[in-house]
């Protein structure tokens, strides 16, 4: 995408009497293109961060009996956290001992 330098509109491609160029829409801004043109941008994916802490938070947490999803294990590592409001529950997370799936209790 390509944006007029004098007013900022998006720029549209059109064949003109010298080939192709760029026009602006609402001001009278034209670019012509002499020769073949082409640009590619490598969009970078945002890199999420750990909601729960990452390693570090599971380090000393209290174990229970909890069935998991993944591979049937019948013990799990759990911690509780408040991520909604103060009004609301705690939301449990837990993490199997034997795969390391994590899931929560919703």
Known sequence: MHFCPLC???LLLEEGNRGMRFCCP??????NLNEMYSNRTK????QVDDVLGG???????DRTSARCPNCG?????????????????STTFYRCVK???QWNDK
């Open 8 to 10: 900022g509109n998006l």
């Open 26 to 31: 609402t001001c009278p801004y034209l670019h």
């Open 43 to 46: 969009i970078k994916k945002k």
């Open 55 to 61: 390693e570090d938070a599971w380090e000393n947490v």
């Open 73 to 89: 294990h019948d013990s799990a590592y759990f911690m509780q956290i408040q991520i909604r409001s103060a009004d609301e529950p």
């Open 99 to 101: 795969c390391s799936k």
